[in-house]
């Protein structure tokens, strides 16, 4: 009789722990090797199912990027169990929200949110146990009418012999809640299967591209993405798979993490822009050239600025763009160079591929379409909604059937981006469907204003929105904070993008009506992107005011 293979989470480390066994994972003064990682995995699977946790419980994890959470990433699911990975940048109500939402049925939680964490208890009802992490030896349990035990006492009780039970490949591995600006989050889940896949695509096309940003065996790996956020773009799996030394950061810091990089010997990372930004911008970067000049950097979450990109070059740094989404575990493409650019020069490279929203990676389907879901034409300039279907989209908003009506209508997962699609498939986002500002029936990208004012010498950040207007509907408003200690006028950038419609780049009424210069920095999501949502609120009535 045949068996019928399952493509679970455990199967990733089967290779590493026979070829890689001896390679590290690092957490600031912890370290041990991929042999000891997979031990107190099965430790703390044991350790767990003994303190209640059963397959289909959900167990939330509430903590920074940590060698904890990184076992908490394969022995929940291996153990047939829910990992609920919370995002600790929502305000506390939406995290109240997302865990009584999840039902979540135990948690794992770092002493340093345990207060906020004890407000939220008599919200909790389903919560049957309490499990605290620390990077110290002592500290005070919390007073909760549910067991309570320590993180690193749990592990020790449990068996280094544990066997993890064969779970079939459908099984829900993971669930999480989307960040947006508009309503409360939504609930999306993974299953093993779709976890397995989509990190063999990724390693894929992170491996075997002519990039000069592709993962090698040799790399040591610090994600900067944030554990909780859409699986920190499937790196805690594709490192698991490829056995590479993978540096924990713990809370990001710009100092530590410069540190880390010349000390660790880093050489591989993502992030969004505004992280790379933070620390590009640390006064003492230029100490960590050396190292840095072998870094390499997938940015994604937002669009990556060339200004930032070349900030970055300038100290030796390659950069790439990928792009995905939560509802889709996250990667759909990354920036990856076909044949005829591969031995382009960095700069050239960078304006043909490196800055565009990618190419789909292997296995998934992905189309630019108008409004009744026709292609557009590959002129790189005709825009469309970007849809995709790959084995690894979330199925469903989980207990929302009109939102996931609507996610999928036509057989189509409905990203919400607009973007362009050029003649060899090269897609570049140009806006999201909620940003993009519509004036006299025309559409107007904020996603290149906003890129081409953040390359003025005296602009830190820019966000640009679409306020009403009695005549065209809508049109475009700049926000700019300028960097500390420059001075600029609204005149000056006004005139500075004037000189990118004499190159033909924008067209004259892409030039925004207004741009209001701001001494405060500009809010974000709770994943690093603009908020334009309070500076609608502020703004879009500007154009009106006498």
Not at 59 to 85: C, R, S
Not at 160 to 188: D, I, Q, R
Not at 249 to 277: C, D, H, Q, R, W
């Amino acid at each position: 009789m045949s068996y019928e293979y399952q493509l679970t989470l455990d199967k990733l480390l089967t290779q590493t722990l026979h070829r890689a066994s001896d390679r590290e994972i690092v957490y600031g003064k912890t370290r041990y090797t991929w042999s000891k990682f997979y031990e107190r995995v099965k430790r703390l699977a044991s350790a767990l199912e003994s303190f209640g946790v059963k397959k289909g419980s959900k167990v939330a994890v509430i903590d920074y990027d940590t060698n904890k959470y990184f076992e908490a990433y394969y022995a929940i699911p291996m153990m047939g169990a829910i990992l609920h990975t919370v995002n600790i940048r929502l305000p506390q109500d939406q995290i109240a929200y997302t865990m009584m939402h999840a039902e979540d049925d135990f948690v794992l939680v770092r002493d340093e949110f345990l207060p906020a964490a004890t407000k939220l208890a008599p919200f909790l009802k389903s919560v049957k146990g309490v499990v605290v992490m620390s990077d110290s030896d002592s500290f005070s349990k919390p007073s909760l009418p549910i067991p309570v035990e320590n993180y690193e006492e749990l592990v020790s009780s449990g068996s280094s012999s544990y066997e993890f039970p064969e779970l079939n490949e459908n099984t829900v591995a993971t669930l999480f809640y989307t960040s947006g600006t508009t309503g409360m989050p939504k609930g999306v889940w993974f299953t093993h299967r779709q976890l397995v896949l989509h990190t063999l695509s990724t390693l894929v096309s992170f491996s075997l591209s002519a990039s000069p940003v592709r993962l090698e065996y040799n790399d040591v790996t610090m994600p900067l993405v944030p554990f909780f956020h859409v699986h920190c773009w499937g790196i805690p799996y594709t490192v698991g798979l490829s056995g590479g030394k993978i540096v924990l950061a713990g809370k990001y810091e710009p100092a530590k993490i410069l540190e880390t990089i010349k000390s660790e010997g880093v050489t591989f990372s993502n992030m969004v822009p505004t992280v790379l930004m933070m620390v590009l911008n640390h006064p003492r970067v230029e100490e960590y050239r050396e190292s840095l000049s072998k870094w390499k950097v997938v940015i994604g979450g937002a669009a990556l600025p060339k200004a930032l990109a070349l900030k970055a070059h300038a100290l030796g740094i390659r950069v790439m763009s990928g792009y995905g989404l939560s509802e889709t575990a996250p990667v759909l493409t990354i920036a990856t160079p076909i044949e005829k650019y591969a031995n382009l020069p960095y700069e050239e490279l960078l304006d043909k591929v490196l800055l565009k929203t990618g190419l789909p990676v292997p296995l998934v389907k992905l189309r630019v379409v108008d409004d009744k879901m026709n292609d557009v034409p590959r002129d790189g300039k005709t825009v469309g909604e970007i849809v995709v279907r790959a084995p690894w989209l979330t199925k469903e908003y989980y207990k929302d059937p009109e939102g996931t009506r609507k996610l999928w209508e036509g057989g189509w997962l409905h990203t919400g981006d607009v973007a362009v699609i050029d003649q060899d498939g090269y897609i570049t986002i140009v806006d999201r469907l909620k940003d993009v500002v519509k004036s006299g029936g025309e559409w107007i990208s904020t996603l290149i204003l906003e890129d081409l004012l953040m390359r003025h010498p005296a602009v830190l950040e820019a966000a640009v929105i679409g306020a009403h207007h009695k005549h065209w509907g809508e049109r475009p408003v700049a926000v700019v904070y300028p960097k500390p200690g420059s001075s600029v006028t609204e005149e000056e950038l006004k005139a500075h993008l004037m000189k990118f419609v004499e190159q033909g780049v924008i067209a004259k009424f892409w030039v925004p009506d207004r741009i209001v210069l701001t001494n405060e920095q500009l809010p974000r999501t709770s994943t690093g992107k603009f908020d334009k949502k309070p500076l609608r609120e502020k703004y879009s009535q500007i154009l009106n005011q006498v």
